[in-house]
Nanobody
């Protein structure tokens, strides 16, 4: 599967954005999808993941109450709804895929994922 992320932009603190990750070239429902982000000078870090079942999600603590990950397998798309954005959310956001069984644990490291989309920039100003 190939992935393409979009939806980033420049917003003010407290605003919302919705990122999209569209898959192509494979059976999208076979894949768990993760969102990661990388700020300048920092390592890429886990943000959220969604397994093959739409209700099976996992979040990094700092975004847990503000971000929501969801998927629409018919549209081969995973969304990351980001509310109450903070300046520290500024980063290049990537989506990634890994083929898993339905009951797989969530992948939270870069090494857990085999396929990556290009990044989409999110910039939050104060």
């Amino acid at each position: 599967v190939q992935l393409q992320a979009s939806g980033g932009g420049l917003v003010q603190a407290g605003d919302s954005l919705r990122l999209s990750c569209v898959g192509s070239g494979g059976t999208f429902s076979f894949y768990s999808i993760g969102w990661f982000r990388q700020a300048p000078g920092k390592e890429r870090e886990f943000v959220a993941s969604i397994n093959r079942r739409s209700g099976d999600t996992y979040y990094e603590n700092s975004v847990k109450d503000r971000f929501t990950i969801s998927r629409d397998n018919d549209k081969k798309t995973v969304y990351l709804q980001m509310n109450n954005l903070k300046t520290e959310d500024t980063a290049l956001y990537y989506c990634a895929a890994r083929r898993t069984i339905i009951t797989a644990p969530h992948g939270t490291t870069v090494q857990d994922y085999s396929t990556w989309g290009q990044g989409t920039q999110v910039t939050v100003s104060s």
